[in-house]
């Protein structure tokens, strides 16, 4: 609109207001700002009118904009918001759709939300069972296995410039060396259903190559006095050699860790129980063989194993970053990059030049795990479909605790990484260890419900990959709370340093992701073909109040040079499984089956097959024993097979009980006095009156074996006992175990009265703990808990937690451990001359003669006492009344029981199958 500013001038004023206007306007400054102001006015409502049309059609734009952003986004996931009859993929599909949506709010990339829509489809692929089966024919064709194989891709040796700086690791997937290894599924046919899975054996565990196979001991010296290195042999042991001298063929390899020691020596993996991440049980192969007068080159090579437990921070990288540095994008530019076609190239990552420069979430970090799978991609026809591997994400791993921070606490420890001067160290704290690894979100219900397995055959697996960096030598390492340290991240790897592409990267390939452990568990009561149909992993899952982890073996070589070989672990597990599941009233016995299947035809199975699959549970784990001397060797032992299933069993069903201990299949823990009625009992009166107390040590001493159930060692196997077998007990030159009695009769001969002991008691105690409180036990010993995140800055001591946290139980009042260790007979040779007769001076003896004196009573035990052997010699060991009058009848009677109650559920199964 015009304004004709003329006409108003000379509207005719009216009489009342003519003189003030007058006035006004005679006034040179009130004339100005009048019309500046009718100026103004009049500009704005012509820019007003110039503008609205314009903002109508800017309005009807980003209408339009925003309509088909929105459509994008839903054709990205619209398939997912179909019904589908796959358990737990309807809760998967809302957490993909709440992230998606989060993704593009968050203004991700058509690209990011292309990936994500491959991911969803994937993820329907691996939860069909009918594609699931064309998927697992396809792998059998072309690997003769129903799922990927586990295989390890060896990088070549880390490169540092004379300043010891680190060079960028810039070699293609083509410098890696791959090698498969395959295992052994029992089969009958060529059907893939009778292809046992890669999850077959209560996880994947059994599928790890640890070490050579006793079937080759010969190549390699021997597993447990080996006497030269394995240096030499590395690549033997990591690419296969044949199954004898002369024979080329059928090669396997069985273990990469010498090969590329930044590989971790993995023993362990599977999903934690909410799924939130996978975990894996590792141990420090450095530590199997110490010596450094014999084993300088293993102790060099396998140096990258200590710095595998040494976090490190690093920062993400988002490629096309402008706050990027000039020597970052140099750096990227000298690292191998895949083709433009693989669709998942984005995750790149670099040192962090600090705590401060890394991102919050890994400050401490020191693997990439990349999760993928397998999915049909179709052709023009079905016949033409082939298979596509499909990256389903990455992550950065964590540590439960920071192994760096928990070895500087530790009193009076050395640096983790010894020198060769140094030799063997007694910080088993860094024996075993746990990482683990973020799992996708659009995975967890997917995992948790156990639909991506079809009859045990994994669909997704887990690629573990080493940030490699050399190993620090300082005690003090790298941001430890309170701690300054000498490491300078930039003179070690600079400020630019990119690690390489994953597929240019050594790592461990297609490790399966199986059930996870509460999964498996709840398996035993609830059964359908494929998965457990409304079966929820939930938080108010039953919990367990006490539990026992158990590792042993069908037979077994004892430590020592001079090892005898124990077959008598089947008698001893059932009668272990007995008192402790009804006597001792454990709620579940984990046992942890060591059995090597390459020597031995029967496993433990028959044995905990006897008891209930709700109580006993088999974990099938053949991995060896790596150094089985004595402690006290100048090579000392590592009982690598043993610390790491502990640590398994701890990491597994810790979450889901109250209490749980790690025994040995002769070690019984025995209630004592009046007030309880068993272990439980007085475990129960503990946790409701000791609020603080979270460990429980019972100190150990090896019983004797009461020679008064004894009888004569019959058979020629043992040299020394050939000579002069008598017939009756007194003549016998060697001694066994009388077959009619049990273990706990046999062997409640203790050396000491009650309380054991203060001075070397403690040396081989085993404890009751709270699993949420231990974070590292070593089967003695609570070596690392809570206490290292809740008060990171206190000292801890090395081998005892301090009150109110552990505490000794009363030997008298409460309970013992008896330890029924087997003495074999060639330890009893010539036993009349070295038990001392009555009245002759004392001499090592190595059966057990009872003394009168009762433990836990104020009688003696004299009936029928002059006729026994024992009443000849001297008494060096201490029966326990309650263990004699109760706890043995008890335990005889369970033994019946629990036989005729298999016989009775097999009789039942056998009638309902006919039904």
């Known amino acids: 609109m015009v304004v004709d500013r003329r006409k108003r001038t000379k509207a005719p004023p009216s009489n009342s207001s003519n003189t003030s206007l007058r006035v006004r306007s005679q006034h040179p400054a009130h004339t100005s700002n009048h019309r500046r102001n009718i100026y103004i006015l009049h500009t704005a409502e012509e820019c007003h009118s110039a503008l609205l049309p314009i903002l109508v059609i800017a309005g009807v734009w980003c209408f339009g904009c925003w309509l088909m952003a929105w459509a994008t986004l839903y054709r990205s996931f619209s398939a997912t918001d179909r019904a589908d009859d796959n358990r737990g993929f309807g809760r998967r599909t809302n957490d993909a759709l709440a992230i998606k949506l989060q993704q593009f709010l968050a203004g991700r990339s058509t690209a990011d939300v292309d990936g994500q829509t491959s991911i969803s489809h994937a993820l329907r692929q691996v939860t069909d069972p009918v594609i699931l089966e064309k998927i697992h024919s396809k792998l059998v064709k072309e690997l003769s296995f129903p799922q990927l194989i586990l295989g390890a891709y060896l990088e070549p040796e880390l490169q540092l410039q004379s300043s010891d700086l680190m ?351 509460r999964y498996e568990q709840q398996k035993t009561t609830v059964t359908t073909e494929r998965g457990l149909s409304g079966m929820q992993q939930t938080a108010n899952a039953k919990e367990n109040f006490l539990v026992a982890c158990v590792w042993a073996a069908r037979s077994f070589s004892t430590r020592g040079q001079y090892a005898a070989t124990d077959s008598s672990t089947g008698d001893r597990l059932r009668e272990f499984l007995s008192y402790h599941l009804h006597l001792a009233q454990f709620d579940h016995v984990y046992v942890y089956d060591n059995t090597d299947v390459s020597v031995d035809s029967e496993t433990l199975a028959s044995i905990t097959d006897l008891f209930p699959k709700d109580r006993v549970t088999r974990i099938p784990w053949p991995h060896r024993v790596c150094n089985n001397n004595r402690p006290g060797h100048s090579n000392p032992g590592e009982r690598s097979s043993q610390y790491a299933a502990e640590a398994s069993c701890r990491a597994r069903y810790g979450a889901d009980t109250e209490w749980m201990t790690s025994l040995d299949v002769d070690e019984y823990i025995i209630a004592v006095g009046k007030d309880w009625e068993s272990i439980r009992d007085w475990l129960q009166n503990v946790t409701a009156t000791e609020k603080d107390t979270q460990i429980l040590s019972f100190f150990q001493t090896r019983a004797l074996p009461n020679i008064d159930a004894m009888v004569p060692y019959t058979d020629d196997a043992l040299a020394v006992c050939k000579d002069a077998i008598g017939k009756e007990v007194a003549d016998a030159k060697c001694l066994e175990k009388d077959p009619e009695k049990t273990f706990m009769e046999t062997y409640n001969c203790e050396p000491t009265t009650h309380p054991k002991p203060e001075a070397y008691g403690w040396r081989a105690k085993k404890q009751l703990y709270r699993p949420q409180f231990v974070l590292n036990h070593f089967v003695h010993y609570s070596v690392v808990t809570r206490r290292i995140l809740d008060e990171p800055m206190k000292e801890s001591l090395r081998f005892v937690e301090k009150a109110p946290f552990e505490r000794r139980v009363n030997e008298v009042t409460e309970g013992f451990l008896l330890h029924s260790k087997t003495t074999s007979p060639d330890k009893t040779v010539n036993w009349q001359t070295t038990c001392p007769r009555k009245g002759v001076e004392t001499k090592s003896c190595t059966v057990g003669i009872p003394s009168g004196e009762l433990l836990g009573s104020d009688s003696t035990e004299d009936e029928g006492a002059s006729a026994k052997v024992s009443s000849l010699f001297e008494p060096n060991c201490y029966r326990h009344s309650r263990v004699m009058h109760e706890w043995i009848p008890k335990l005889e009677e369970a033994l019946t029981r629990s036989f005729q109650n298999r016989q009775l559920s097999t009789f039942g199964s056998q009638i309902l199958e006919l039904n």
């Open 167 to 517: 060079i960028l690791r810039s070699q293609s997937p083509q410098n890696l060396t791959h090698v498969s290894y395959p295992y052994q599924p029992p089969r009958t046919n060529d059907d893939t259903h009778k292809i046992a899975g890669a999850c077959s054996q209560n996880g994947a565990q059994w599928l790890f190559p640890t070490f050579h196979p006793s079937t080759l001991d010969y190549h390699f010296d021997g597993n447990v006095f080996r006497k030269k290195n394995l240096f030499d042999l590395r690549w033997d042991l990591a690419m296969g050699i044949g199954t004898n001298d002369g024979d080329a063929t059928n090669k396997l390899g069985y273990c990469p860790v010498d090969a590329d020691p930044y590989l971790p020596w993995i023993h362990d993996a599977f999903p934690s129980n909410d799924g939130s991440n996978i975990k894996f049980i590792i141990s420090n192969k450095r530590r199997c063989n110490s010596d450094p007068k014999v084993f300088q080159a293993d102790l060099k090579n396998l140096e990258p194993q200590v710095a595998l437990m040494q976090p490190i921070p690093v920062k993400r990288l988002v490629l096309g970053d402008h706050n990027e540095s000039e020597e970052v994008t140099k750096s990227m530019s000298k690292l191998w990059s895949p083709d433009a076609s693989d669709a998942y190239n984005q995750p790149r990552y670099r040192l962090a030049t600090s705590l401060e420069d890394a991102d919050e979430d890994v400050q401490h970090t020191r693997f990439i795990c990349r999760f993928h799978t397998v999915v049909i991609e179709e052709g023009g026809q079905s016949s033409q479909s082939k298979l596509k591997r499909v990256v389903l994400g990455e992550s950065l791993s964590n540590y439960p605790y920071n192994p760096e921070h928990a070895n500087y606490r530790k009193r009076g420890s050395k640096p983790m990484l010894t020198s060769l001067e140094q030799g063997h160290d007694e910080q088993i704290w860094n024996s075993v260890y746990e990482v683990r690894c973020p799992t996708p979100i659009e995975l967890i219900s997917t995992i948790t419900s156990g639909a991506s397995l079809l009859r045990d055959i994994p669909s997704i697996y887990v690629d573990l990959v080493p940030i490699r960096t050399p190993v620090r030598r300082d005690r003090e390492g790298f941001g430890i709370p309170g701690v300054t340290s000498s490491f300078d991240p930039i003179r070690a790897w600079g400020n630019a340093h990119v690690l390489p592409h994953v597929a240019a990267s050594g790592r461990w390939a297609n490790i399966p992701i199986c059930n996870t452990p």
